[in-house]
C-alpha cells in the first residue's frame, strides 16, 4: 500500500514539473543548498554503477535516498521512459514521502 501511495505523489510531483532526472541534474539537486528537503528515489532495477555513484553522492551531501521499485513502475508512474534516479523539488511532496516510508 504504502508503494502506491509514494507513486501516486510522484505522479503528482510529475504533472506539477517538480522532478529532477538525468546524471548532470541529479548531482546539481544533491548539492543545492537552498532547498531543505530533498530526496532521492532510486530504482531498485538500477545500474550498480548508478546506484553506487548516487548513493555516494547522497551520503557525502546528507541527503536521504530510497531504493524504491523498479524502472518501469517509476516510468508509468511520472509518464518517463527509462527512469532509474529522481529528485523531487517540492519539499511538501519530499516530507510526504520520508514520512511514509519511515
Known amino acids: ?15 506539477a514539473k517538480k522532478l529532477v532526472y538525468g546524471k548532470d541534474n541529479i548531482r546539481e539537486y544533491i548539492k543545492d543548498f537552498k532547498q531543505k528537503h530533498k530526496v532521492i528515489i532510486i530504482a531498485s532495477d538500477a545500474g550498480e554503477r548508478v546506484k553506487r555513484d548516487v548513493k555516494i553522492r547522497c551520503e557525502i551531501s546528507r541527503v536521504p535516498y530510497i531504493e524504491f521499485s523498479k524502472k518501469d513502475e517509476l516510468s508509468k508512474a511520472t509518464g518517463m521512459l527509462n527512469v532509474s534516479v529522481l529528485g523531487i523539488k517540492d519539499e511538501n511532496i519530499v516530507k510526504s514521502i520520508i514520512d511514509l516510508i519511515t
Open 1 to 15: 500500500m504504502t508503494e502506491k501511495k509514494v507513486l501516486t505523489l510522484l505522479g503528482f510531483a510529475s504533472k
